[in-house]
């Protein structure tokens, strides 16, 4: 599975629109890229997933661009309920397998 | 109407000791997982079961012992507990969805609130 590279922290005020960019340089033809955020003293929760071009759901949207080799997730107007770490992930089709690197936390402020 | 219960949210005892965990899902998926998170926050698989079948063993000390005693139950047991072991326990599950026979990557997977595991 490719290796994901996202930044370690962010910060963010209320109010602003946040871009998370994440790297997967070697990231297969079958592979997905899936984001999810953990809060404190929480499971990981899924956010959003993504094969090419552009997803959006009610939590967030998530840009691949033509060659797949990053994305970015997008969130809107954060508040400081987002605050929390977001991973990164490429899920491969023949396997069940999440592997989470450091992820990014972002730190929402007033 | 919890989704994906663990029991307990909290275990302190001694090194040594055999301890167990237990996961819950009331999602009706067939696949359950174990993750470890450590102290640095790093999140890893450790095992994943289908249809009460081990699918993902990760390379975890044998002192590590899964048991599937049916779809909706993933307990792990701990023997010889060490300094080590102290962490965050995650279970997980979702719905294996295949195609051509293969798992297919959009699985989801819905997470436990975790147990804090303290080895004294």
């Known amino acids: 599975l490719a290796k994901t590279t996202q930044p370690i922290s962010m910060d963010s005020y209320e109010g602003q629109e946040v871009n998370i960019t994440c790297s997967h340089n070697?990231?297969?033809?079958?592979?997905?890229i899936t984001w999810y955020q953990q809060f404190p003293s929480q499971g990981p929760r899924f956010i959003i997933q993504?094969?090419?071009t552009k997803v959006t759901n009610e939590v967030a949207s998530l840009f691949i661009p033509a060659d797949r080799k990053s994305s970015t997730l997008s969130l809107p107007r954060v508040s400081l309920s987002d605050t929390a770490v977001y991973y990164c992930?490429?899920?491969?089709?023949?396997?069940?397998?999440?592997?989470f690197g450091t992820g990014t936390r972002l730190q929402v402020f007033p | 109407d919890t989704a994906v219960s663990q029991t307990p949210k909290y275990l302190v005892t001694q090194m040594g000791n055999d301890k167990s965990i237990k996961c819950e899902q009331n999602?009706?998926?067939?696949?359950m997982y174990w993750y470890k998170q450590d102290s640095k926050k790093f999140l890893k698989i450790m095992f994943s079961?289908?249809?009460?079948?081990?699918?993902i063993n990760e390379t975890v000390p044998n002192r590590f012992s899964p048991k599937s005693p049916d779809k909706a139950h993933l307990n792990l047991h701990i023997n010889s507990l060490e300094l080590g072991d102290s962490a965050v326990y995650f279970c997980?599950?979702?719905?294996?969805?295949?195609?051509?026979?293969?798992?297919?990557?959009?699985?989801?997977?819905?997470f436990g609130p975790g147990t804090r595991l303290t080895v004294l």
């Open positions: 997980a599950s979702s719905q294996r969805i295949l195609s051509r026979g293969r798992p297919s990557s959009y699985n989801e997977q819905f």
């Open positions: 070697n990231i297969a033809t079958n592979d997905y």
């Open positions: 993504g094969y090419k």
């Open positions: 992930l490429v899920v491969g089709g023949n396997t069940d397998k999440l592997i």
């Open positions: 999602l009706g998926h067939d696949t």
């Open positions: 079961y289908n249809n009460k079948e081990l699918i």
